[in-house]
């Protein structure tokens, strides 16, 4: 017997959730959303950033040599990346070419930098959303299943279960997470021997580095730098285990912090060998870094050619605290190969602060939004660096331009191998693009560029001592400021782009636009309603959650903002306790 | 067995809890957070695991290390105006803005009024905690005395801590706001004071020592030059042409070390590897309250700093190389004429029972 069943009605609860301040990052960051609890997923997003201090207008006519000791303090964990890609571009405006050793000064003491910020990042700050405490408060199930589970690379890392690692990773008392700290520590001493100081360095300065360096330098960054790839070997395959039991137990958890791979890299590391730091040779020296720049667009590499990426940036405004520019001067109109540049280029912006009520359906962040123009199509792309690493590992093993050896790029991966270390033999290891571009896969990106990082570092360290061993123990070469200059600076800060474009007139600065990643991550909508990418991959979270809407957490979400390594100088707070009840549908859901 | 003590009242001390609420909302980059992080002496855990006997317990709220995120995070900030966390130590980083100028934005928040959804300015929370507060620590040079945000021609108007409370203003047990310059602070610098203040706290160390500037003396009452190890290349007028491999004194490359406070050159930076001077880095004075504009452009020699340096070039300096290089050369490189290897011992001992060999 058939029976017809009357449609019902089924309730969908939405309720608006903020998070202001998002802790365990650099900065102030506010996420505030709209989330379905019927559905499991997010609606929307907006992404904000509290505070202004508006660098670009307080260097306006300062001596350009002064630009790196200033630009540096823009930020507190990546001041030593800003410096040096402020050394990069003065270079550039100069004419000066350090000694080699220079060169090689400025690369070990990034991989220091790298090595040093992934440790924490990764293991101190993200990982903690991932630790036996958190997991037990937000998916206790998986808990349950994580003690049955055993660790596949156990016997590299020493954890026997997935548990085991998730309790290695509780804040102040897992025994990896103290681990850690320690590395966070000896790492940062790797970078004072060549930086002076960690983060605002010393000694990194436009024609080279003034640190002293001889064979105890190297001595001492040395045996450093070997505990530390002893560590990646024991850190690379524990994350995996961890991560794949997130995909394998949680299908569909490949959709967290999901957004298309629109990706962008400038690279670093420069080569001594090819670098001359001049605009004209820039698209030569920038495919022989040790990480390739590139610019992707749909998982398509579309570029690697650093001019041609310069042209392609646009500094949009729309949800932002700033008056539009378009009546401003123009400082460049031809860059210095002839090629036209344009008004919303960072050459060209002007920053006009206008402090005002936050509005979430108007301007409701002091972050603009850096878009990249796609000439095929007319559109302007909202690129994300993966949090630095994915986009960096995803550029650098498609070109397949990077082979040092122990360190290749096969056109699909990035084959790596450790040397031998105290207490463990050498060790292989793969980095395969992975298919999507998701929360998980820019953490374990994260992981494997620990690894990455310190072989660069042990490439330019034995090319280092070639060089002192040699008696070429210069490692800086003088330069004249001239009167008027265009130049850019491209690097990477630890977690994604950096750029510095300057303009020099009557030997001061006329015009200086630091941009570093997190703009380009943590944007707010652009004028044409382009949301940034926080907000997109946010938008695109499904909540795995177990908790309910009374004691959400909202861990998925800080896994999927926490997996672009943000650095606002900003944070996501929860203000309204349990949540606002912000609508109630009634959506008919037809025969059941 | 009776317990001992190692304190006096060692049980009551370590039943305190001393809350630590450290605003890194200033305007600021976190690089004093950061930097905290790399400390080892006292390191972060060792605060927190309670390394000195008699501390009292301490709980740190910074955002940088937070287990809690958004409301949970910031619930302690909401209890400390309530007075339900006593005693507590406030810690602010960064410059704070001047909030009286634009109208109904801000320059810097941390949280969200429930009541309008506007964010709460760092200065609101400045306002409501730093009378119930037991300590005032202003954290970095942003925070001590304007720094970077607070350069010349600056959009927001940015201050110090002190600035902004008064240089006169008192806490509720009567010390001023303690000021720990650096840009980033020195590491063990922030984690030494804190635990200092955590010992005052539980009544176990005197109220720390303050200078004009209310930087704590016995970090910050030498110049660098005076502990730094090319200060003897100044006394022999021997001075760096270039910066790098050159390791002879960088006064004339810009370094303004003989006339700042500041204790980097003894300390080092991370675990006492580093510091500016001790690897060939120019002192940029970034502890000094006139950083940076009294100080632009850092590359150049300061033109005051002439008047000393000439003469040591020229005058005394000379005399002084030519003087100690003999001495070297013709006593200190000199080894006593009784190390030898011949057939007889000339070290002025008269043996009586040797025989030589073969004899």
Redesign the interface.
Known sequence: MATIEQPTERKVVVKEMSWDPITRIVGSLGIHTEIDFTNQHVLKCYSTSMVFRGFDIFMKGIDPRDAHFITSRICGICGDNHCTCSCLNQNMAYGVKPPKLGDYAYNLAESADFMFDHAIFNDCMANVDFCEQMVKETNPTLLKTAEQTPAPHGDIHGYKTIAEIMRALNPFTGSFYLETLQVARYTREMYCLFGGRHTHPSTIMPGGVSADITHQTCTDYYVRLMRYIEYAKRTVPMHDDLYDFFLEQLPGYDMVGYRDTDLICWGCFDDPEYVDYSYRGMTEWGRHRYITPGLVFKGELVSTDLVEINLAIRILLGSSYFDDWSSEETFVDKDPLGNAVDKRHPWNKVTLPRPQKRDWADKYSWVVSPRMYDKRNDSYVACDTGGGPFARQWVTAKAGLVDIGYLKATGTSLQMVLPRTASMPEMELEWKIPEKSNAIERDRARSYHQAYSALVGLHCLEKALVEIRAGRTKSWNSFTVPSEAVSVGFHEAARGVLSHHMVIREGKIANYQPYPPTPWNANPRDVYGTPGPYEDAVQNTPIFEENGPETFKGVDIMRAVRSFDPCLPCGVHMYTGAGRVRKVQHRPTGLS | MATVEFVPNQQQTEQITAHVLWMT?G?????????M??A?NP???DI??GIIPGMPRVVIHN????????????QAWYDAEQGKLDPFVLIVEGSL?NEKI???????????N?AD???ITTNAWVDRLANKAAAVVAIGTCATYG???A??????G?MGLPDYLGWKWRSRAGLPVVCIPG??AQPDNMTEVLLYLVLHLGGLAPAPELDDQLRPKWLFGRTVHESCNRAGFYEEGNFAT??????RCLVK?GCEGPVVKCN?PVR????G????P???????A?TMPGF?DNY????DEAPKAKTTQIPAQYIYGPLYRWARGWEIRHNGDKEPAWRHNRNELTTGYQPKNYARKGA
Do not use: R
């Not at chain 2, 270039?242 to 390791?247: A, L, T």
């Open positions: 909302t305007l600021s980059c976190e690089g004093d957070s950061v930097a992080t790399s080892t390191s972060l855990e927190i695991q955002q940088v290390v937070a287990y809690e995120v958004g409301q949970e995070y910031i803005g634009n109208g109904e934005g801000h320059w810097t928040g941390f949280g969200v429930p959804g506007q964010p720094g970077i945000p350069m010349k021609n600056n959009p927001t940015a840009c980033p270039e910066y790098g491999s050159d390791h490359l980097v080092g930076w991370v675990n590897i580093g510091g500016c001790n690897v060939g880095g120019i002192c940029m970034c940076p632009m452009p850092f590359m």
